[in-house]
């Protein structure tokens, strides 16, 4: 009787903790997609090129502080429950993206109270993104984003070491959104430009993911813990 009562609390505290991590998930997703739009100077004096490629005053997005985590959950949650269980975690990310997208523009083009009037051009310039950087940032989550659970999940039965696996997946699938991103939301035509934005904040987003290495190793441990 007692053994049966340890078993159904083990198993409801191991859906606790993914939950959690779920939850986490989807919160960093949105605070990503809410404040990325903002970009802080990393180097405003510093200046460097790669032939064609000039790159001046180093500058990166806020979300360069969640997109790390976001893809590091993705590693805890397969080590501990698998890669289906991700892919289901990453829907879930992905429908609430679209869905943020889909309510920031019926709710910036409702019309105004004359109590919030004052407010309503500021309330529009933070919430109504264009429609095509709204596209790029859905596209660009949906593609890294199962392309490090597809990456991770493959590494995991040929290489031992969680760390290498982590930041390999983590650096080719934030490669992919960084190049993706960029591109789709900003291309005029000047690929030297676009690759001047992306090389930077590429980097920026791989030391990043080695800083917040110890978090999934810490992650890991935590979620297999009973």
Partial sequence: MFSFFKKSHEATTQETKLLALTGLYVFCILLA???????????????FGFG???????KVSTAIFLLPLIFSI????????????AKTIYRIGLISIIGLALFS???????????FSGSEAAYDA??????RIAIASIIAFAVSDLLDIAIFA???????????????????SQFVDTTLFVYLAFFTGSHAMIW?????????????SFITTPFVYLGVKWAKKV
């Fill in 196 to 208: 001047g934005i992306i090389l930077p904040y590429w980097i920026f987003k791989c030391c990043m």
């Fill in 105 to 115: 523009f019926f709710a910036t083009h409702l019309p105004t109270s004359q109590l």
């Fill in 126 to 131: 933070i919430f109504s993104q264009t429609m």
């Fill in 74 to 85: 993705n590693d805890i949650v397969i080590e501990v429950w698998g890669k289906q269980t």
């Fill in 33 to 47: 997609e809410i404040f990325g739009i903002k970009t802080i100077p990393v180097g405003d004096h510093i200046s």
């Fill in 52 to 58: 064609p490629i000039f790159i001046r005053e180093l």
């Fill in 154 to 172: 493959r590494m995991r039965a040929k290489i031992r070491t969680l760390g290498v696996r982590s930041n390999v997946s983590n650096i080719l």
